[in-house]
């Protein structure tokens, strides 16, 4: 019983942090990365006028 409970907690855990790694690398870093170019290729002068008003 409590060799088996054990398999079992290490393989949900295991699951758990697979799919939180699969959902961190497949949208969020790309995401951060898309907001970030985003940002670096704005145009100054316009991020300057609003940050006048």
């Known amino acids: ?3 088996s409970l054990g398999i079992a907690l290490f ?4 699951l758990m942090a697979f ?3 699969t ?3 497949g949208f969020a ?3 951060w990365i ?3 170019m985003v940002e670096m290729l ?3 002068r316009l991020t ?6």
């Open 19 to 21: 799919w939180c790694l």
């Open 42 to 44: 704005r145009p100054k």
């Open 11 to 14: 393989i949900i855990i295991g």
């Open 34 to 36: 898309t907001i970030g």
């Open 1 to 3: 019983m409590g060799v």
């Open 23 to 25: 959902f961190v690398l």
């Open 29 to 31: 870093v790309p995401y």
């Open 48 to 53: 300057e006028e609003e940050s006048e008003a």
